[in-house]
Nanobody
């Protein structure tokens, strides 16, 4: 059973930075795409950033392009999300998820393991 554990969330003022980490145990992240999602209370969860298994292809939603950076270290079973120039609209619970395959997808059904989520709060 794979477990994903996120860390690095917290409170920050607008313009600040946070670095989220997702560490896997009980299994590997190699050969699997990894994705960060976020969810605001009362709204649907949305994909924020994704990376293929080999790190060759990366995707960001428009609202975070140029501010967020996803990266991975397969040897350490870890994925990171560096978040800079944070805005109040980035406030959400952030989840990492392991893809069933090497490519990322918009569909949550294409992810087999999820972390418990970490709260990010950005205030002005």
């Amino acid at each position: 059973q794979v477990e994903l554990a996120e860390s690095g969330g917290g409170w920050v003022q607008t313009g600040g930075s946070l670095r989220l980490s997702c560490v896997a145990s009980g299994g590997t992240l190699s050969d699997h795409a990894m994705t960060w999602f976020r969810q605001v209370s009362g709204k649907e969860r949305e994909l924020v950033a994704a990376i293929t298994d080999d790190g060759q292809f990366i995707f960001y939603i428009d609202s975070v392009k140029g501010r967020f950076t996803i990266s991975r270290d397969n040897a350490k079973n870890t994925v990171h999300l560096q978040m800079d120039s944070l805005k109040t609209e980035d406030t959400a619970v952030y989840y990492c998820a392991r893809g069933r395959g090497r490519r990322y997808s918009d569909y949550e059904s294409e992810y087999d393991y999820w972390g418990q989520g970490t709260q990010v709060t950005v205030s002005s």
